[in-house]
């Protein structure tokens, strides 16, 4: 059979398979609805073509899937820098609070929350102290802070630092922020407290850090009364190195610094960048639902916004459920926390003695805070290594200078040295495995090999999809409406003829037969719709 002729082709309307077939773009369509019967050649080419279609289907199919379970890749790089900021240090003396500022008045208030003393006891740590006992009267305070407790008993710095150099430029307890943790009263380095200028060095190594030189004070600390999970065994200093964002927890993530040796601590600055869902869990804010916070007091002064960090999350977390059990806070704890519905205000006032302690310490027990990873952080990975102090030839010339015997030093002097490694650090950094642009070139890439079809053959079918409707849907309507509308006219020209006055016909000659009803097709070049017209 010949191929339809052009202007044979030209008169099919463009909803014909064979029109649309024979100028689409896909591949194999032309010799599926070709001119001809049906035959073998037709028959194994429309099954290459149903092939390649379920093959590219199945392969979007899966490059679907694929991008809808959202996997993420992590890449690490290191990169150089001219300067860096320098962290925040937090050092803490093992030991929370001096003996020789204690008094009977802290024993009766604190003695049992912090010492585990009966009041039958308190004589007897009075003694062990050096401390004559309570005098006979002894009225104890009627309200007790603290926070105030910590402050005047806590070790401080003027007393413990004994040289301070940053860059090798001199530095002292002015460079230091008092800050409360678990562990009592402990001081931050470079905290950028208060707007403070953070401090930065610009080379790498030892002596252009933070070099220090303390003073345990062991003579102060108290006395083991009873083992218990709180009583310290050791000796020496508790230091924690972080971001100026995060809150120390220096009683978990703190490192010994032990007396009687220099310790080395070599960092290298790490910067994180996690991705949120459906990549990844990091998230900006608390996501925790038993432990929201109540609405804040409209009258009360917004409290400044902090950046979201791990640690920072599970201390308001912790400050919430300690308010909302005891209607308090403990010292280290910030005041933002809020209380129950009955008192819609910030918690400000400190929980007494052995109050809150119990209910923190069940509640990190259950690990009932729902905190993920902050979307970009900040660490430090540390090397330690140590030397001890003094050696023999500057034993002598320590203890000259620092007005203390050759074994006060080697029991109560430490020396530590923080800098940085080198001036670059470390990027780990979350992506995107499979972006939405290379799901399209897959796509793509399927649809070429397949059915070499591209994005305008999307456009050719759904273009040929339009012409069926109308010519198929559209063109039965406005038919089977036409056809009403012709019938109507017809029964009403019968109707008109049945009355008409018949008037003789007078003939001049002979009349010419009428010729039958001749019945056209035309089509219509802008709507491609057949219309009947009738010559009479």
């Known amino acids: 059979m010949k191929p339809t002729s052009g202007p044979e082709e030209a008169r099919r309307p463009a909803s014909d398979i064979r029109v649309f077939a024979s100028n689409c773009s896909m591949h194999g369509l032309g010799h599926v609805f070709g001119p001809g019967s049906l035959s073998l050649r037709r028959g194994m080419w429309a099954a290459a073509v149903v092939l390649s279609v379920a093959t590219f289907l199945y392969q979007v199919a899966e490059r679907v899937r694929y991008y809808r379970e959202f996997h993420h890749q992590t890449a690490l790089d290191e990169r150089e820098s001219h300067r860096l900021v320098f962290p925040a240090v937090t050092l803490c003396n093992i030991n929370p609070l ?4 204690l008094t009977p008045n802290d024993l009766h208030w604190a003695g049992s929350a912090l010492l585990g003393l009966d009041p039958a006891e308190h004589p007897a740590f009075l003694r062990a102290l050096g401390r004559p006992p309570a005098p006979p009267g002894f009225m104890p305070s009627p309200t007790f802070d603290m926070a105030q407790l910590y402050a005047r008993a806590g070790h401080s710095l003027d007393d413990m630092l004994l040289d301070c150099r940053f860059r090798g430029e001199p530095c002292g307890p002015e460079n230091f922020t008092t800050i409360f943790t678990r562990m009592g009263k402990c001081y931050t380095f470079n905290s950028g407290a ?7 060095t610009t080379r790498g190594g030892m002596g252009n ?3 220090i030189m303390l003073d345990v004070q062991q003579e102060e600390y108290l006395p083991v009364w009873r083992d218990n999970e709180e009583t310290p065994f050791e000796v020496g200093i508790r230091v924690q190195i972080h971001s100026q964002e995060e809150p120390p927890i220096i009683d978990q993530l703190g490192l010994g610094v032990s007396p009687g040796y220099q310790t080395f601590v070599s960092c290298q600055q790490q910067q994180l960048s996690f991705l949120p869902p459906p990549w990844g869990d ?3 804010a608390s996501l925790n639902p038993n432990y929201e916070p109540e609405p804040s007091d409209p009258l009360s002064s917004p409290s400044p916004s902090l950046p979201y960090t791990l640690m920072g999350c599970r201390l308001a977390c912790e400050t919430r459920y300690v308010a909302r059990k005891c209607g308090c806070r403990m010292m280290y704890m910030p ?5 129950p519905r009955t008192r819609r205000r910030p918690v400000q006032e400190l929980c007494p003695p052995g109050q809150g302690s119990p209910t923190s310490h069940a509640m990190l027990r259950k690990d009932s805070c729902a905190c993920p990873n902050p979307c970009a952080s900040t660490r430090y990975a540390k090397e330690l290594s140590m030397v001890r ?17 050759e074994a006060y030093i080697a029991e109560n002097v430490l020396a530590l040295d923080i800098f940085f490694e080198a001036l670059n650090y ?3 950094e979350q992506k995107k495995a499979y972006e939405m642009s290379e ?4 796509i793509g890439g399927q649809m070429g090999l397949f059915i070499g079809a591209s994005l305008l053959t999307i456009l050719e079918i759904l273009d040929y999809l339009c012409e069926v409707f109308r010519d198929k849907v559209l063109g039965y309507f406005w038919n089977r409406r036409h056809s009403q509308r012709h019938s109507s006219t017809s029964l009403l020209q019968e109707g008109l003829g049945s009355h008409r006055t018949q008037v003789p016909h007078l003939s001049l000659g002979p009349r010419p037969p009428t010729p039958p009803c001749a019945v056209t097709k035309t089509l219509s070049a802008s709507h491609r719709t057949c219309y009947l017209v009738t010559r009479l």
């Open 98 to 101: 001096r003996r020789s500022r």
């Open 194 to 200: 208060d707007g403070a200028e953070l401090l930065t």
């Open 209 to 211: 850090g933070l070099d």
């Open 282 to 284: 990091c998230s900006s």
């Open 335 to 339: 005041g933002e926390g809020h209380l």
């Open 389 to 405: 102090i003094p050696s023999r030839a500057a034993a002598r010339f320590l203890a000259r200078k620092l007005n203390r015997s």
């Open 426 to 428: 470390e990027t780990v």
């Open 439 to 442: 799901l399209l070139g897959d």
